[in-house]
């Protein structure tokens, strides 16, 4: 029977004989999250990582570093004396109805959350239950590991969590061989009430913006009554590979959440459409915040091939357990930007030098000026769907002077294009209202215009007039020039500067970013787009003194700053 939703995550740990994993100083044990596929017989899944210090020494020998050819790992690969505790919680944490978000009531989408309180009452330490493991087998996703390979460069400085353990062993941290294997786990005893069924589907059906709830414990088995299957809600900021092995979530996931499990809203409930394999950590001194996903179609076919394929003794339980995901039926309305909206974000290539644009009319392209970066003739690549696309040449016709506080500049493409999803220009911004930002951020050219989605935190104002939007949308380096979008109304609202550096320390901080609302470039729109004049632009230009005071923390000063951002 295969089993859902977060009372089916839970925490796995790892250690040898002695409390340590072998060949390693007494500093505890490894340990993740995992997902609870069966309960008769008790099968787990989970990632793999931290069973790679218990390998044997002739294993990896004999492997010579050539992990791509290696189809399977069985028990007897590992050390004898490895030990693995499975933590579950009996009961769901949430309170209310007894129901959690991940129960199959969708009700009205809005799940009530509560603290698990440290008590002798509902919901304490009491209600959690280990139970003995045995480590069946490890199983690569090839197809994970292709895709990963072609969308994350070593040269972009991409660096995952990691535990102390782990970051000081470096076990684990040799080319990232082991970030795409899973592991599969028995507990001959599971017999936990409370456990509630999952249904596993493909991920093949997500489309950027959908909705996704990540369940993950993070820190591992570290005061579980308190971490155990904590949610976190995002959207599919990004997909990649065939059938959408590759996730990308901005649901915020933290170091031991990997192997948990993410499950997509559809008309049948919540389904697990994949596995943590990593939060995303820092890519050139830039906090990411983002989550790595491989879809639970993917792993459970490999899992299959291995099983169907074992000459062990683990073949025998392949009859009593239904491995397999199914199609998605419909999804849930996606609360992100229509998906016609995506095609309005285009890439602005100078050079070694590229952002994110929008088309605002069917010539005219709106990006920043330090995304052209001086430059008069740009490339634009235009996305109308993940499998087709064209690539215009540009001219840029504008850009704002250095001293004007907006980072604008305008592209004119030499054809026009017949067919875009023109977007319709906010006139009023709330704060507090929820907003998507699509730009060419974390993965940049490789797959398309990732999505992003938070709220509008702030409406900075200068004579009742609108002069800057932050958000907390995660942005990064790629996304200037791209679209702030209302999610409800799927409206553009401002068009993206920046997002925030700390020059103390160098580290740039995603979540914290300031886009120039629409209705300072309205009026130049609408007069190019009636009459192709771009006289109109030169008021950038001619801001007061208060709006630049505004932006001022965008501006390069050889004083001591005041503040360190």
């Known amino acids: 029977m295969v089993l859902s939703g977060d009372r089916a995550c839970c925490v796995i740990s790892a ?89 199959k009531d969708l009700g009205a989408c809005s799940p009530a959350l509560g603290f698990n309180p440290l008590s002798n009452q509902q919901g304490s330490p009491g209600t959690l239950r280990q139970h003995e493991a045995k480590l069946l087998m490890m199983v690569p996703c090839p197809e994970f590991q292709d895709t990963f390979s072609e969308v994350f460069t070593r040269a972009e400085q991409w ?57 993950g414990s993070p820190f591992g088995s570290f005061c579980p009554d308190i971490f155990i299957n904590t949610l976190s809600k995002g959207i599919v900021s990004n997909l990649a590979g065939k059938g959408n092995v590759l996730i ?20 049948d409930g919540f389904n697990l459409v994949g596995i943590i394999v990593a939060p995303l950590c820092w890519k050139a001194n830039e906090w990411v915040g983002l989550t790595l996903v491989c879809s639970i179609g993917h792993i459970l ?14 073949k025998t339980l392949w009859p009593h357990v239904q491995l ?66 064209c690539v215009l040449k540009g001219k840029v016709v504008f850009t704002t002077t250095d001293d004007s506080p907006y980072d604008i500049a305008a592209v004119e493409l030499e054809g026009s294009l017949l067919c875009f999803a023109k977007p319709v220009l906010a006139t009023k911004f709330g704060a507090g209202e929820e907003v998507s930002v699509v730009g060419f951020g974390v993965f940049g050219q490789s797959c398309g215009p990732s999505v992003t989605s938070g709220i509008l935190s702030a409406v900075i104002t200068v004579d009742e007039k609108p002069v800057m939007l932050q958000t907390t949308c995660a942005i990064h380096g790629g996304s200037s020039g791209g679209a702030l979008f209302s999610t409800n109304s799927g409206k553009l609202l401002g068009i993206v500067a920046s997002n925030t550096k700390d020059n103390s320390i160098g580290a740039t901080y995603p979540h914290l970013n300031y886009s120039v609302p629409i ?47």
């Open 248 to 267: 990308l979530t901005d649901a915020r996931c933290l170091p031991g959440t990997e192997g948990g499990g993410v499950f997509a809203c559809s008309e």
């Open 324 to 389: 397999v995901a199914k199609p998605v039926g419909k999804m849930a309305v996606s609360p992100g930007p229509a998906q016609y909206l995506l095609s309005a974000v285009v890439l602005v290539e100078c050079g070694q030098v590229w952002g994110s644009g929008v088309l605002v009319s069917s010539r005219l392209v709106l990006t920043c000026r330090h995304v052209v970066n001086g430059s008069l003739d740009v490339c634009v690549r235009v996305q109308h769907s993940p499998e087709k696309g």
């Open 301 to 314: 076919e490999n899992v299959r091939s291995a099983w169907v394929g074992s000459k062990s003794s683990v």
């Open 159 to 215: 660096h995952f969590c990691r535990s102390e353990n782990e970051q000081e062993h470096g076990a684990l941290l040799d080319d990232l061989r082991y970030l795409h294997w899973f592991a599969l786990l028995e507990i001959p005893d599971l017999n936990s009430p409370g456990i509630a069924q999952v249904s596993c589907v493909l991920a093949e059906s997500l489309r950027k913006g959908d909705t996704l709830f990540a369940c």
């Open 15 to 103: 250690s040898g004989a002695c409390g340590n994993p072998v060949g390693t100083p007494a500093q505890g044990s490894w340990s993740c999250s995992g997902i609870i596929l069966s309960q008769s017989p008790g099968i787990v899944l989970c990632h793999g990582a931290i069973f790679s210090p218990f390998l044997l020494e002739e294993v990896i020998a004999a492997k010579q570093g050539n992990w791509s050819q290696c189809s399977v790992l069985l028990a007897n690969s590992f050390s004898p004396d490895i030990q693995i505790q499975v933590l579950c919680a009996a009961e769901s944490k949430s309170k209310g109805n007894g129901k959690g978000v991940l129960s």
């Open 519 to 565: 209705t300072v470039l309205q009026p130049a729109v609408l007069e190019y787009s009636r009459t192709g004049d771009l006289h109109g632009f030169q008021e950038l230009n001619r801001a007061n003194d208060r709006s630049r005071l505004v932006w001022r923390l965008q501006r390069k000063t050889t004083e001591v700053p005041r503040s360190k951002l």
